[in-house]
């Protein structure tokens, strides 16, 4: 079984993985519907392949990135 877990960081850390308040989800879609809406409130632009459902190494699917300002936004999945 997967679990997908949505990463938002919008404030430069030293320590991405220590954020509080994940948001989990048992299915992909669910948390690709979760970004997708929070990135149209915040007037966020979303990143041109987020239909290609195509995980990285680190089995993160990255949904927006400004590699400027440090902001990222991802799933990352996890087998249980």
Not at 31 to 50: E, Q, T
């Amino acid at each position: 079984m997967n679990i997908y877990i949505v990463r938002i960081f919008l404030l430069k850390t030293d320590q991405p993985l220590t954020v509080e308040n994940l948001k989990v989800f048992s299915e992909f879609e669910l948390a690709k519907k979760y970004i997708s809406d929070f990135c149209d409130k915040n007037k966020f632009k979303l990143k041109g392949n987020v239909d290609d459902n195509i995980f990285n190494e680190n089995s993160r699917y990255y949904m927006y990135e400004d590699f400027i300002e440090e902001q990222f936004i991802w799933i990352e999945k996890n087998e249980l």
